[in-house]
């Protein structure tokens, strides 16, 4: 909840929290990444239950978006065992 907020300054912090959630991890030889859906939504005259349906709807059109976005990535090819001799 982010109380005296408006929606464009709530979008800016949801965009924020996915860059952070976003960095690149160090994950043995290589690095992993994590990405996020954040709905937002503003109330008016609505109640709690309005205000959560109306994030939650749009979570899911953000994550159908990121998910038309997504590029498939392979993990790292690993060298090849040693022959022995």
Do not use: F, N, Q, W
């Not at 800016?12 to 929290?17: D, F, I, K, S």
């Not at 990405?35 to 349906?53: E, P």
């Amino acid at each position: 909840m982010l109380p005296a907020t408006d929606a464009p300054a709530a979008r800016e912090v949801a965009e924020r929290l996915r860059a952070a959630i976003g960095a690149p991890v160090p994950l043995g030889p290589g690095t992993v990444r994590v990405d996020a859906s954040i709905g937002t939504a503003t109330a008016r005259d609505g109640d709690l239950d309005s205000l959560l349906r109306t994030a939650d709807a749009e979570m899911y059109r953000v994550k159908s978006a990121h998910h038309l976005l997504r590029e498939s990535v392979s993990p790292p090819a690993r060298p090849a065992a040693a022959a022995a001799t």
